[in-house]
């Protein structure tokens, strides 16, 4: 009898099963890589600002502290961005007359404020609050990265609500001193979704603390990692975090 399919449609027939697989493969890949791409995420994307003010000249060569610019962040649930005066105050006498400084002197001349544009910026339906994770003991590099070597602000993370529930499960592998919090380089954080890794922020000790404002020079004094999350459960505890609760729908839905 004469065969109905030619043998070599086997290989036809493999051909095409495997490339429905890849095919498949590589749709969810694509998705995948598409809503982690920065052009979802929006990390390490610069925007246009009217002044390209530098973190990096600002914090790291002149050693301000966060708080000097934005003053609310332990007090209230946003961190506030600086009024001009602030910037007027070093800038009528340093640089006053710079070309990029222009926008900052008009503003102040007008009593306008400066227009930033927004870096971040969750959806409404989101509650969040700088105030509490401050008053817990989770630094600004733990979400901000390394702040003090931007030229110009970018984010670090995505903000996306699987970010903010990595760390809720598992705070004891961000959570610092209250001494540390505004100090850089001191750990890998959470950034890119490794919650796993063991961070390096307790590597470091007490001791060799820069004062807030200044640079941050890391201890010389490095301790083994076993160690590094057992101090983080310890802080968990001395801060009084219940990881339990923590990742109930309501705490960033109300
Ligand atoms: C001299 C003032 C000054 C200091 C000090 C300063 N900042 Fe800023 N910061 C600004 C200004 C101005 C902007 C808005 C422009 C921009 O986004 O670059 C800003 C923006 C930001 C943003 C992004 C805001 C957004 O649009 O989402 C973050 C995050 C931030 N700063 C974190 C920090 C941290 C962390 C420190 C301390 C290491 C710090 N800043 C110190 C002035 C300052
Ligand atoms: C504590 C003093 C101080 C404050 C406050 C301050 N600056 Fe500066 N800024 C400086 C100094 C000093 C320089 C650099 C001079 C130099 O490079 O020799 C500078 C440089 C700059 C430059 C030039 C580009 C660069 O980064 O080298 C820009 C733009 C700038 N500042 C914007 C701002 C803005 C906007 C604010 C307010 C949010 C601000 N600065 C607040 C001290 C300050
Ligand atoms: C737990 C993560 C987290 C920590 C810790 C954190 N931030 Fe933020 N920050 C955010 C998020 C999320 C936003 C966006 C908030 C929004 O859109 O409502 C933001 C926004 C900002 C802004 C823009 C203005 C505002 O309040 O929306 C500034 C400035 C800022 N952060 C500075 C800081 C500084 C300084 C620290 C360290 C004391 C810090 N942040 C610590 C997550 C964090
Ligand atoms: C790096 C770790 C970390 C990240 C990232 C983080 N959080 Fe938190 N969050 C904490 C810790 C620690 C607490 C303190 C828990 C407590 O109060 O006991 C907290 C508390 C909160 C609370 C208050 C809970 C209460 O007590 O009612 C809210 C709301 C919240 N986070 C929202 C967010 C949102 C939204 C994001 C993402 C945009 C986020 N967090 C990202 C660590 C983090
Ligand atoms: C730690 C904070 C946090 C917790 C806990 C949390 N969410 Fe979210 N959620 C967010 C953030 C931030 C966003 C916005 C960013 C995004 O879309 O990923 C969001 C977005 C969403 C959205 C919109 C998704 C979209 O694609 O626009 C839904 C629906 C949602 N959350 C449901 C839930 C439910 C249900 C729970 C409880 C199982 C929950 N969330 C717990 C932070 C949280």
Same mark, same amino acid.
């Given at each position: 009898m004469a065969q109905i399919f030619h043998p070599s449609m086997n290989i036809v027939a493999r051909v095409t099963i495997f490339g429905a697989i890849f095919f498949a493969a590589g749709i969810s890949l694509a998705g995948w890589a598409f809503v982690n791409s920065p052009y979802v995420t929006q /990390?390490?994307?610069?925007?246009?600002?009217?002044?390209? @003010?530098?973190?990096?000249?600002h914090v790291r060569e002149l050693g301000l502290d966060c708080r000097y610019c934005h003053y609310n962040v332990e007090k209230s649930s946003s961190a506030g961005l600086p009024t001009t005066e602030i910037c007027m105050g070093c800038h009528s006498?340093?640089?006053?007359? +710079?070309?990029?400084?222009?926008?900052?002197?008009?503003? @102040?001349?007008?009593? =306008? !404020? *400066?227009?930033?544009?927004?870096?971040?910026?969750?959806?409404d339906f989101v509650y969040f609050s700088h105030k509490i994770h401050v008053a817990k003991g989770v630094g600004c590099e733990s979400c901000h990265g390394r702040?003090? =070597?931007?030229?110009?602000? %970018?984010? +670090?993370? $995505?903000?996306?609500?699987?970010? &903010?529930?990595? &760390?809720?499960?598992?705070?004891? *592998?961000?959570? %610092?001193?209250?001494?540390? *919090? @505004?100090q850089f380089g001191r750990n890998k954080s959470l950034l890119?979704?490794?919650?796993?890794? !063991?961070?390096?922020?307790?590597? @470091?000790?007490? =001791?060799?603390?820069? +004062? !807030?404002?200044?640079? $941050?020079? !890391?201890?010389?004094?490095?301790?083994?990692?076993?160690?590094?999350?057992?101090? #983080? $459960?310890?802080?968990?505890?001395?801060? #009084?975090? /219940?990881? %339990?609760?923590?990742?109930? &729908?309501?705490? &960033?839905?109300?």
């Open positions: /990390v390490n994307v610069v925007r246009e600002q009217a002044v390209p @003010f530098s973190h990096q000249h006498q340093v640089w006053k007359d +710079a070309e990029v400084l222009r926008p900052v002197r008009e503003s @102040f001349a007008k009593g =306008e !404020p *400066l227009l930033w544009t927004r870096v971040h910026d969750l959806p702040v003090d =070597e931007m030229p110009l602000m %970018r984010r +670090a993370a $995505s903000l996306h609500m699987d970010w &903010c529930v990595d &760390c809720h499960r598992h705070p004891e *592998l961000a959570v %610092r001193p209250q001494a540390d *919090l @505004f890119g979704g490794v919650s796993t890794e !063991p961070l390096m922020r307790a590597a @470091f000790t007490a =001791e060799g603390q820069s +004062a !807030p404002g200044t640079r $941050s020079i !890391p201890s010389a004094t490095h301790r083994k990692s076993s160690d590094t999350l057992k101090s #983080g $459960s310890e802080l968990v505890a001395e801060y #009084g975090i /219940v990881t %339990r609760q923590l990742t109930d &729908c309501v705490v &960033c839905h109300r």
